[in-house]
């Protein structure tokens, strides 16, 4: 029998349920038991015809294909619809989520981490979302790395619209995924739904940079749930970006400010050709600490607002609120000790 396909046992037909289907007469254990194996015959020949068309894969719960911690969670589908590497159900990975708006430092920190993610060896899970979402899917396809797409919709309506084409690079070289069959249009109730999914398929969920209403927030919620880790990216204390991630931080999440952080949590889940990355990654944060530890305390205020983006000096006098001659002083410094630089235009960003 052909995985995802639907068994006699799924269905316990006898003259009692036959009535709700508005037969009125009263059948035979025999006929009854023809009756469902006809049905069932029926139905694999719609779901064969079905993936043949839409390019989906049927992955139901009964299934010995069907992905173990996501069966493990509090509330988990009955049924994916796959389109892509299913494989992927089965490689340790974690949720990457955030906000639509993300900042410039937001961007690079959702591109980082899944980058050094997939060199450590898990799998990317996020919604297709637009903002982070789509950061992470993008980073870890340009690096070969695996990644999931987890829809709110059905996987012949793409939504974003404007993610068309990341989807089909997705199906291309990763894995989308749907609770929802096809023609399933967006509702605003259907991507908390989505949410459990994500969570429920990672080992732990990173949130990058969200507000303090976030819709990522409610992954992270689930997550914990589902007996998951969490993680938060954080970021600079009076940036409207930042609140919900330092929230989450306050209310115990691990901070994950390289991929390090989070690859040494998960060293029993890696593939041994993997297993050192972490470790890589580590040094190169604490040489960063190290050298940041160096420097003064307005050299390091700078240093923090500088991680956010590359600005330009005007937005940076409004930033530090300092006078010129100061900010001048302590930018000459910080490009003396290697730790920014200056682009033409009079930007400055950290190297």
């Known amino acids: 029998m052909k995985e995802g396909m639907l068994t006699e046992e799924m269905f316990h037909f006898n003259s009692k349920a036959w009535e709700n289907f508005g037969f009125s007469v009263e059948l035979s254990e025999r006929l009854a038991n023809e009756l469902t194996v006809d049905y069932v015959r029926r139905k694999q020949e719609e779901q064969e015809q079905q993936e043949q068309r839409s390019g989906t894969r049927i992955i139901t719960i009964l299934d010995d294909h069907f992905p173990a911690l996501l069966k493990e969670s509090p509330d988990p589908p009955q049924v994916l619809y796959a389109m892509g590497d299913a494989s992927l159900l089965h490689v340790p990975s974690v949720a990457m989520v955030g906000t639509r708006v993300p900042t410039a430092y937001g961007r690079k920190m959702g591109a980082d981490l899944a980058q050094g993610l997939c ?118 204390a009076n940036s409207p970006k930042s609140r919900g991630t330092l929230n989450l931080i306050r209310q115990g999440a691990k901070m994950a400010c390289s991929a390090a952080d989070v690859l040494e949590e998960y060293d029993s889940w890696l593939p041994n050709g993997h297993k050192n990355t972490y470790n890589r990654e580590r040094q190169v944060k604490e040489a960063a600490e190290s050298a940041a530890g160096h420097l003064t305390t307005d050299e390091l205020e700078l240093y923090h607002i500088l991680e956010q983006g590359p600005f330009t000096l005007d937005e940076l006098l409004q930033h530090s609120r300092w006078d010129f001659g100061h900010l001048h002083s302590v930018l000459l410094s910080l490009i003396i000790k290697k730790q920014i630089t200056q682009l033409p235009g009079a930007i400055y960003k950290m190297i």
């Not at 967006?186 to 999914?197: D, E, K």
């Open 119 to 236: 060199a450590g060896g898990l799998a990317i899970v996020s919604g297709l979302a637009r903002g982070i979402d789509s950061i992470c899917h993008d980073a870890a396809l340009l690096c070969g790395g695996g990644t999931i797409a987890v829809m709110a919709t059905g996987a012949d309506i793409i939504y974003p619209p404007e993610n068309k084409s990341l989807f089909a690079k997705i199906a291309e070289n990763g894995l989308v995924v749907t609770e929802y069959p096809p023609g399933t249009r967006p509702h605003p109730g259907l991507f908390p739904q989505r949410n459990r999914i994500i969570a429920g398929l990672s080992l732990g969920t990173i949130v990058v940079e969200a507000d303090e209403w976030s819709g990522s927030l409610i992954t992270a919620d689930l997550a914990l749930d589902a007996g998951r880790d969490v993680f938060a990216v954080p970021g600079q």
